[in-house]
């Protein structure tokens, strides 16, 4: 704690002052990283709940809004994927569900499996941006194929 308080430029106890333990500060930071997300997916995601544009468009907002998050916040990344080795038991005690995702899709005409699209949408875009230095190039790939790609299969699973 003393030396995450030095690295904020704070005193040694700052740290443990505010936040009691190193546990509660990590869960502090993963809080905020997914109010984050949900913030940034609110704007992107309104013109497909709200069915205030065309299709393609309001599916190319919510896509291209998600993965701007990703690459924008890196750690948001990079916590998932350490939250992923270790088997998910620091965020199972840190609410982390994303809403937005899927109230959007909850919102679209027909019978939409909102969990099987909310699986999909995720995976499509989280995935290539986790792996954009290993999965990517073995594939002869770069972020810039992924948009197009998502809007494809989301575009397939969500008009029937």
């Known amino acids: 704690m003393a030396g995450i308080g030095a690295a904020a430029g704070l005193s040694r106890g700052a740290p443990g002052y505010f936040f009691g333990s190193k546990e509660a500060l990590y869960r502090a930071v993963v809080q905020r990283l997914f109010e984050a997300r949900e913030s940034a997916l609110g704007p992107a995601f309104e013109p497909l709940r709200s069915g205030s544009a065309a299709f393609d468009d ?4 919510a896509i291209r809004g998600y993965l701007d998050f ?3 916040r890196p750690a948001f990344v990079r916590v998932i994927e350490r939250e992923a080795l270790s088997g998910g038991r620091r ?3 840190t609410p982390h569900e994303s809403r937005t ?3 959007a899709f909850a919102a679209l005409p027909g019978a939409v499996d909102v969990r099987a699209a909310t699986i999909a949408f995720v ?4 995935f290539p941006v986790a792996h954009r230095d290993t999965f990517l190039p073995a594939v002869g790939a770069t972020l810039d194929d992924v948009e197009p790609l998502v809007l494809e299969v989301m575009r397939g699973l969500l008009v029937r």
Do not use: I, P, T
């Open 70 to 72: 990703l690459r924008e």
């Open 101 to 103: 995702v899927e109230q």
């Open 58 to 61: 309001a599916l190319r907002s």
């Open 123 to 126: 995976s499509l875009c989280f």
């Open 91 to 93: 965020l199972s005690r």
